[in-house]
């Protein structure tokens, strides 16, 4: 008689990220939901430049000694209610946890699980989890649950540039070949950095990327040292880990360019980009970066071509299809500082609901008061993006 024994499960709860990368990297290859702001590296970098003592949570669940789910959160209080946000901030397009393909429903069940016996929190936030998402999951298995549309996104199907132009329509299909012809006369020298280089090559994409928003406005976040210490010590171990590619250009020499694209399991995003001011002269850098950017995914083995956050009407040019992200709300049973906290949130998703639709203008101020805000208070990376354009997508 053959006997079987059920596989052996655990939870270690952690207040460090220390010695996790080679299980939680092969973790984040076995989730077909991964995207790159759930890579290791992301999560331990942007740790190391803007966490606080005292507040990472990091869940781990095995199965039979292996990773089987993983999730980094920080513990913040939102009027006067304990949240656990996931690590990464308003810098993470996706925010979401990891869950092995091979035993998805039990893993997040036990995760779960891990999370209610977990003290010290009310609720825990989700800001912008993608359809279809292992944190959507989370919810619909958990007592009393929040689920909002989010930001909006704006997706290309990962294939041949030259195949994805024979698509659009005659006009469109016309401007780009013009653009494309541009690009080839101008004999551009593009390479992908490698991991020893690419600490020196983040340096030169944020000079670039300060260049070509001066007087512009821009994202005040990406001038800062903070910002520059967390994609020095993310991308040289994403790209070690096939998690990100940065493509530098240069013409006559000169470097006028720089592109960094995320990887994740199954999409890839142009996360930020670069550019001589005097570029804009001799080319269409948008062309530029599509097409540089979705041969990168179908490299990859990725099914789609992210622009990220914001459906900037550069973007919608490209006949992209829309996806939007779900802010993903777990309350803690019997919680009553957790319930307020999410009727709040239901509350502030419908003022801004009714104010795109009825009210319009509101944007413009709210854009504008940020503006000035930036101006004279420090950046918190608890907080929600100010607005699309300047948090995500290769507008960046």
Same mark, same amino acid.
């Not at 990297?25 to 995207?35: N, P």
């Not at 071509?305 to 009407?313: Q, T």
């Given at each position: 008689?053959?006997?079987?024994?059920?596989?052996?499960?655990?939870?270690?709860?952690?207040?460090?990220?220390?010695?996790?990368?080679?299980?939680?990297?092969?973790?984040?290859?076995?989730?077909?939901?991964?995207?790159?702001?759930?890579?290791?590296?992301?999560?331990?970098?942007?740790?190391?430049?803007?966490?606080?003592?005292?507040?990472?949570?990091?869940?781990?669940?095995?199965?039979? $000694?292996?990773?089987?789910?993983?999730?980094?959160?920080?513990?913040?209080?939102?009027?006067?209610? =304990?949240?656990?946000?996931?690590?990464?901030?308003?810098?993470?397009?996706?925010?979401? !946890?990891?869950?092995?393909?091979?035993?998805?429903?039990?893993?997040?069940?036990?995760?779960?699980?891990?999370?209610?016996?977990?003290?010290?929190?009310?609720?825990?936030?989700?800001?912008?989890?993608?359809?279809?998402?292992?944190?959507?999951?989370?919810?619909?298995?958990?007592?009393?649950?929040?689920?909002?549309? =989010?930001?909006?996104?704006?997706?290309?199907?990962?294939?041949?540039?030259?195949?994805?132009?024979?698509?659009?329509?005659? #006009?469109?299909?016309?401007?780009?070949?013009?653009? !494309?012809?541009?690009?080839?006369?101008?004999?551009?020298?593009?390479?992908?950095?490698?991991?020893?280089?690419?600490?020196?090559?983040?340096?030169?994409?944020?000079?670039?990327?300060?260049?070509?928003?001066?007087? /512009?406005?821009?994202? +005040?976040? #990406?001038?800062?040292?903070?910002?520059?210490?967390?994609?020095?010590?993310?991308?040289?171990?994403?790209?070690?880990? $096939?998690?990100?590619?940065?493509?530098?250009?240069?013409?006559? $020499?000169?470097?006028?360019?720089?592109?960094?694209?995320?990887?994740?399991?199954?999409?890839?995003?142009?996360?930020?980009?670069?550019?001589?001011?005097?570029?804009?002269?001799?080319?269409?850098?948008?062309?530029?970066?599509?097409?540089?950017?979705?041969?990168?995914?179908?490299?990859?083995?990725?099914?789609?071509?992210?622009?990220?956050? $914001?459906?900037?009407?550069?973007?919608?040019?490209?006949?992209?299809?829309?996806?939007?992200?779900?802010?993903?709300?777990?309350?803690?049973?019997?919680?009553?500082?957790?319930?307020?906290?999410?009727? +709040?949130?239901?509350?502030?998703?419908?003022? !801004? /609901?009714?104010?795109?639709?009825?009210?319009?203008?509101? /944007?413009?101020?709210?854009?504008?008061?940020?503006?000035?805000?930036?101006?004279?208070?420090?950046?918190?990376?608890?907080?929600?993006?100010?607005? =699309?354009?300047? =948090?995500?997508?290769?507008?960046?």
């Amino acid at each position: 008689m053959t006997t079987i024994l059920a596989p052996q499960w655990t939870v270690e709860i952690r207040h460090d990220l220390t010695g996790l990368r080679p299980e939680w990297t092969d973790l984040f290859r076995r989730c077909a939901e991964a995207t790159p702001f759930q890579s290791y590296a992301w999560n331990h970098a942007w740790w190391a430049a803007y966490g606080e003592n005292g507040r990472l949570r990091v869940v781990l669940v095995r199965r039979g $000694g292996t990773l089987v789910a993983a999730a980094a959160f920080t513990l913040v209080r939102r009027g006067g209610c =304990a949240v656990l946000v996931p690590v990464g901030g308003a810098f993470s397009d996706f925010t979401d !946890v990891l869950a092995d393909d091979t035993c998805r429903a039990d893993a997040v069940r036990e995760l779960a699980g891990a999370l209610r016996a977990m003290r010290g929190w009310q609720a825990v936030d989700f800001p912008e989890v993608r359809p279809g998402g292992v944190a959507t999951r989370l919810a619909a298995g958990w007592r009393s649950s929040v689920v909002l549309p =989010a930001s909006l996104c704006l997706e290309l199907p990962a294939q041949d540039f030259e195949a994805f132009v024979r698509d659009l329509p005659a #006009h469109a299909r016309k401007t780009v070949r013009r653009r !494309v012809n541009q690009l080839a006369k101008l004999g551009l020298d593009i390479r992908a950095v490698e991991p020893a280089d690419a600490e020196r090559s983040t340096v030169d994409l944020l000079r670039l990327h300060r260049d070509q928003w001066q007087g /512009r406005g821009g994202n +005040a976040e #990406h001038l800062r040292p903070a910002f520059a210490q967390h994609l020095a010590a993310a991308v040289p171990t994403m790209i070690a880990d $096939g998690q990100a590619v940065l493509l530098e250009y240069r013409l006559d $020499g000169a470097h006028v360019a720089s592109n960094l694209v995320v990887v994740g399991t199954d999409l890839a995003g142009g996360y930020l980009y670069g550019a001589d001011p005097s570029l804009r002269d001799k080319l269409d850098v948008t062309t530029l970066l599509i097409s540089t950017t979705l041969p990168v995914a179908v490299d990859h083995g990725c099914a789609t071509m992210s622009m990220l956050r $914001g459906a900037e009407p550069y973007k919608q040019r490209w006949r992209p299809t829309e996806s939007v992200n779900r802010r993903v709300l777990l309350v803690r049973a019997g919680s009553p500082r957790g319930h307020a906290y999410a009727a +709040a949130v239901r509350a502030r998703a419908a003022a !801004v /609901r009714f104010a795109k639709s009825r009210a319009p203008w509101l /944007r413009t101020v709210r854009a504008s008061s940020f503006r000035i805000l930036d101006s004279v208070r420090c950046y918190s990376p608890f907080r929600s993006p100010r607005s =699309a354009s300047d =948090a995500s997508g290769v507008d960046r």
